[in-house]
């Protein structure tokens, strides 16, 4: 067993024997306590065939286990005013549930049967396949959506981890079973893959016995890794459009692969990205398209750095009759910033943006539990947060402009538009 602490946040972080991984900081904002365990269980893990298995799984992990069936699961959660809210992403699938101090055992011995020992009731799966298929058509008829997903199928391939769609496919779906939901979870699932963040008003000592009460004891075979291949930059620019001629709006997804998380020029990247399209009334993208043009009803970036190169992505949604327009204002907007650079009132106003908005975000105990969750996936260390103004204070104006110069490149850019428009963009 492995205990480290730090100052800042100073969160309590602790290795059981079984490896789970358990993170405690005491919060006496209320009188609650926050807990959200993520296990590498992520879409990156989906079966080739079988897109949106993770997905699925996410639905219905909590239906039911061994010893308590669904209805019992839901009467326990709720006789102490608990709500479960399941989640995943690419790497990750994550549950979360905040519940008050007194609570916070029984809760856990609750979470710990729901992940270990599920039982997936083929009524529980018939009744979420169907909902997720609902879903998977909504998503159809979403031009942001269709525009989103097509940019990453482009961008990294549709069978790449990036690339295929999260919650997958009719066809897909309408193939998983009771046999697929098992398989995925005995592979992925075990204390191995567990971090569990606790956070609220408790000491640490007592959160962490009580994580080991219920999961110490654990025995399952740590997952294995996937690899996910590095997809190379563009060196062309790659334009598809997806006619939906039965909407009002047209949504541009535009962009390139950027960086790792862990590229020590991130915080180069982080900059540019804010400047770019984040702060103020949305960066300079939103300032020119949405703000002095009135084109788009939206315009803004963000930066996904993750564990491979993640996309830089600029999203609009803009009137058919503007799509060329805008998507030309894009150009525009990111070939100034290539050539130019950022202005030094941009480098101080993005920074003091950034580093002033993490007090936001660390007012919650879900915020904090989500916090000490990246840290820990992309192993920051449990004092980031200390570390983060300085970081964040000494990018100079040359890396922001080298990282613009490096990435924001309109010849390669990859471009997706879906909706009411049938043009021929270049």
């Known amino acids: 067993m492995t205990v480290a602490a730090h100052r800042g946040l100073s969160p309590v972080r602790t290795v059981l024997d079984n490896g789970a991984v358990v993170i405690a900081k005491q919060s006496q904002t209320t009188p609650a306590v926050t807990v959200h365990a993520a296990f590498d269980a992520g879409t990156i893990f989906d079966p080739p065939h079988l897109s949106g298995l993770a997905h699925f799984v996410s639905r219905t992990i909590d239906r039911g286990t061994v010893t308590r069936p669904a209805e019992t699961i839901a009467d326990e959660l709720d006789r102490r005013g608990v709500s479960l809210a399941t989640s995943v992403n690419r790497h990750v699938l994550s549950l979360v549930c905040t519940c008050l101090v007194d609570d916070l055992e029984p809760i856990l011995q609750i979470l710990a049967d729901i ?10 799966i018939t009744t979420r396949r169907a909902e997720i298929i609902t879903l998977i058509r909504q998503d159809d008829d979403n031009p942001a959506v269709v525009a989103m997903e097509g940019f990453l199928a482009e961008l ?6 990036y690339g295929r769609r999260p919650r997958g496919t009719v066809d897909s779906v309408e193939a998983i079973d009771r046999a697929a939901l098992e398989r995925f979870h005995a592979a992925r699932f075990g204390p191995g893959s567990l971090s569990l963040v606790i956070v609220g008003d408790i000491e640490p000592v007592r959160a962490v016995e009580a994580a080991r009460a219920a999961f110490g004891e654990w025995k399952a075979p740590s997952p294995g890794t996937v690899e996910l291949p590095v997809t190379p930059p563009s060196l062309v620019r790659r334009v598809r ?33 804010n400047i770019l399209g984040q702060y103020s009334l949305g960066g300079r993208l939103g300032g020119s398209i949405r703000e002095r043009q009135g084109m788009a009803y939206y315009a803004f970036s963000s930066l996904d750095a993750n564990v491979i190169p993640g996309p830089l992505t600029i999203r609009a949604g803009v ?32 920074k003091q943006y950034l580093i002033g908005s993490m007090p936001r975000t660390l007012e919650t105990n879900i915020g904090i539990a989500a916090f000490l969750q990246t840290e820990e996936f992309f192993g920051l260390g449990v004092d980031y947060d200390v570390r983060v103004p300085a970081l964040l204070t000494t990018v100079t104006r040359d890396e922001v402009h080298e990282a613009a110069r490096r990435t924001l490149r309109p010849a390669q850019a990859t471009v997706v538009v879906a909706g009411p428009y049938t043009g021929d963009l270049r």
């Open 115 to 124: 992940v270990m020992h599920p039982v997936f009731p083929e009524n529980e």
């Open 156 to 161: 990294y391939g549709p069978s790449h981890g």
């Open 241 to 273: 459009v997806v006619p939906m001629m039965n909407k009002a709006q047209a949504d541009v997804a535009y962009g390139f692969t950027s960086i790792r998380r862990s590229d020590s020029d991130y915080y180069a990247f982080w900059l540019m990205n």
């Open 319 to 350: 009137s058919p009759a503007n799509v060329e327009r805008a998507v030309a204002s894009i150009d525009d907007e990111l070939s100034r910033f290539a050539a130019d650079g950022p202005t030094d009132a941009e480098m101080a106003e993005s």
